[in-house]
Structure formats: C-alpha cells, structure tokens
C-alpha cells in the first residue's frame, strides 16, 4: 500500500494537472465562442452556433461547479451549498448532453468521429443520472462514485482539445483519423483508469474491514 505522504504527493500532482489541462481548456478555446461572428465559429460550426454555444455555456458552468462537489470541507460545513451546486450541475448536464448529441448527428466528419461524440454524450447523461438516482435513494457512497464518473467524462473536453494539439504537432493523422480516434478515446480511456482506481480502493478497504473481523483476540495478545 502506498504510504500517507506518497498519497499526498500524488493527489496535488493530479490536482495540478486537472488545473493545468482545465485552465488552457478555459481560457484558449472557450473565449471565441462568446464572439458570434462566422469567422470565430468557423463555417463549419456556424450553422450550428445556437446549438453549440448552448452546449458550451452549460457544458463550461458544469466544468467549473464540478471540482468543488468533491471538496470535503464543503460537503460536510454547507450541505445546502453542496446540494444546490449539485443541482445546478447536473441540470446544465440535462440540457447539455441532448445538444451534444444532436451536434454529433450533424457532424461531417465522418461516422466513427460523430459515434464517439454521440457516445460520449449518452455517457455523460448516464454515469449524471445514475449519480442523481442514487443520491435521492440515500445511497451516499454509490452517489460518490458515479459523480466521479461524470466529471471525468465532462472533464473529456480538455482531455480531447489537448492530445488534439499534441498528435497534431506530432505529425499524427490525417486530421479526420486522429479526430475519430480522440472522440472515442478522450472519455473511454480517463473512465476506464477512473474504474480501475474506484475499484482498486474498494478492495483495499475490504481487505482491510475483512482483516480486523478475522483478528483474533489470541493473536491480538500475543501482539500487545
């Protein structure tokens, strides 16, 4: 198992990543969508534009409010904060995933490229609406889980505009491939590293609840 100070360490080095990757998200390619010309839409966006700047605003504000659903000190001194952030997060998910879906119908990409966009949008509705079901049926822990699971496909955006620029100035391509690739593999790949970390927790505070049941009081003298 890892040690406390290693777990530290680790944590702010993801935090700061998220920060560094959601940050250039931010602030280099949201901007020029708050600028309705056709020239910062681009002709093939600009058709499209009502229907993409409602995905953007709402898909940006669950973005932002995400991050501090997971901030303990929150949770637990202003519930009614956490709660009502919590609401407004999953409805701009409510609104923003159908228009995903009906901007990856209208792509013109090609197939794979608008059915990992499609996907990714029924993932996003999905791993949000179970965390709200479960939410409203008391199941706390489940509700944890799959609002993690939401994030970081929410947090698909950044994941998909970064390798997008990466690869391309690695030379990968052609354009139209390296999109395919990057539609599926900006959600599939984070939730599935995602999975893997959830359940590798669980079975560590298993194996730990399962070795103090089966210490026995013997052996517990013999150790004191």
Known sequence: ???LSLKRILTVVAI???????????????PHYFVFTEKSYTP????????LFTHV?????????????????????YAKTHRTMGKIYLCCIAISSPVAMYMAITSQVNF???????????????TSLVAYVSIRKGLTSIHREWMVRSYVV???????????????????????LRLSLLSWACWAVPLFATEVILQVRKFNKLRLAVGKKSKSPAAEFVEN
């Open 154 to 176: 929410t947090f698909a955006f950044a994941t998909f505009r970064l390798f997008d620029d990466v690869l391309g100035k690695m030379g990968v391509g052609p354009d139209d």
């Open 57 to 77: 605003f709402f898909g940006m504000t669950a973005f932002l409010i995400g991050p501090f659903q997971f901030i303990s000190r929150i949770r637990k001194n």
């Open 44 to 51: 093939y966006f600009w058709w499209r534009n009502v229907g």
């Open 16 to 30: 700061l990543l998220l920060i560094g990757i959601g940050g250039r998200f931010f602030l280099r390619d949201v």
């Open 1 to 3: 198992m890892l040690s």
């Open 112 to 126: 794979v490229y608008a059915a990992g966009l499609f996907g990714l949008a029924v993932v996003w509705a999905t």
